[in-house]
């Protein structure tokens, strides 16, 4: 439990400096990151490299979707959860939507692993998530929660991600 604790103000630490080294503003809300814990699904997972991951990432919107009624962008995204010996970096093509203060996401690409047994492994990657924006800050802040998965390693590195997210 310490260790979760730990992890989560390690990740509201990371998101609160982020915005320092983003002055400039876009005004287009088209580069997100984040930071947050991951935890595993799998027992075999958890006992080899413990119940909860660190997590970061970063999220690039190089297509707007406009349709009447629909807000959305096609994103490209990379991320890191990694615990001692085991980790997964997932690279996913997304289709990102926003409704009033909500954005939901779903997502499809290729995974680097290191599963239990400490072997590489590169799988399809998928995730389907929802966030909220908090408050009213300069910087658009948001906290999340994504389902993860990734197929190859017999569901060992799928989980849920809770994570706080900068938009720029």
């Known amino acids: ?4 604790w730990t992890m989560l103000a390690l990740a509201v630490a990371v998101t609160a400096v982020v915005p320092a080294g983003a002055q400039e503003e876009t005004g ?5 990151v984040r930071a947050g814990v991951f935890f595993p699904q799998k027992a075999d997972t958890r006992d080899a ?6 997590t970061a990432g970063v999220e690039y919107a190089f297509q707007p979707l406009v349709s009447p009624g629909f807000d ?3 994103t490209l995204s990379a991320d890191f959860m ?3 010996d085991m980790h997964n ?3 996913q093509v997304n289709l990102v939507g926003n409704y009033e203060r909500f954005t939901w996401s779903i997502g499809a690409g290729i995974g680097f692993a290191k599963n239990v047994a400490g072997d590489a492994k590169t799988g399809m990657t998928y ?4 966030s909220a924006e908090i408050g009213n800050t300069t910087v658009p802040l948001e906290i999340g929660v994504v389902w993860r998965g990734m197929t190859n390693v017999n569901n060992q590195l ?7 997210q900068l938009r720029f």
């Open 72 to 74: 959305g962008k096609i």
């Open 82 to 84: 990694g615990n001692k």
């Open 89 to 91: 970096v997932p690279v």
């Open 1 to 4: 439990m310490r260790k979760w």
């Open 49 to 54: 490299a413990g119940k909860a991951w660190f």
């Open 28 to 32: 287009n809300d088209n580069l997100r």
């Open 127 to 130: 995730s389907v998530g929802v």
């Open 158 to 164: 799928d989980g849920v991600a809770v994570h706080l």
